[in-house]
C-alpha cells in the first residue's frame, strides 16, 4: 500500500507565501510523478504544476510564482507559492503517479488554501 499525507495550507493575505508538502510511504516501487491540483468552488479540478524526474511543469497562471520540487529521496513533494492571490484560494491536491506492485495512481486528502485580506 501507498499513502498520502498532505500539510501546509491555510490562510494567507494577497501578496504572501505558503508551502505545501506531500509525503509519498508504503511499498513504493517506483515514482513516475508527483504533482499538485487544484479545485475552487464551482470549478473543474486542474494542474498546478508536476515533476516528473527533474522535469517540472506549470500551469500558466502560476509561472514565475510557484515552484514544485521533490527532496532527496524523491518521496516527498513540496509546492513553494509565493505572491499569493485571492484567485489562487483552492483545495490543493497531491498526486501520485508510479508503481507499487503495478501501476497506480492516488489523490491526496487535500489540503484548503485560503487567500484573503
Known amino acids: 500500500q501507498v499513502q498520502l499525507v498532505e500539510s501546509g495550507g491555510g490562510l494567507v493575505q494577497p501578496g504572501g507565501s505558503l508551502r505545501l508538502s506531500c509525503a509519498a510511504s508504503?511499498?513504493?516501487?517506483?515514482?513516475?510523478?508527483m504533482g499538485w491540483y487544484r479545485q475552487a468552488p464551482g470549478k473543474q479540478r486542474e494542474l498546478v504544476a508536476v515533476?516528473?524526474?527533474?522535469?517540472?511543469n506549470y500551469t500558466d497562471s502560476v509561472k514565475g510564482r510557484f515552484t514544485i520540487s521533490r527532496d532527496t529521496a524523491g518521496n516527498t513533494v513540496y509546492l513553494q507559492m509565493n505572491s499569493l492571490k485571492p484567485e489562487d484560494t483552492a483545495v490543493y491536491y497531491c498526486?501520485?503517479?508510479?508503481?507499487?506492485?503495478?501501476?497506480?495512481?492516488?489523490w491526496g486528502q487535500g489540503t484548503l488554501v485560503t487567500v484573503s485580506s
Open positions: 498526486n501520485f503517479k508510479g508503481y507499487s506492485g503495478g501501476y497506480l495512481e492516488l
Open positions: 508504503g511499498s513504493i516501487f517506483s515514482i513516475y510523478a
Open positions: 515533476i516528473s524526474g527533474s522535469s517540472t
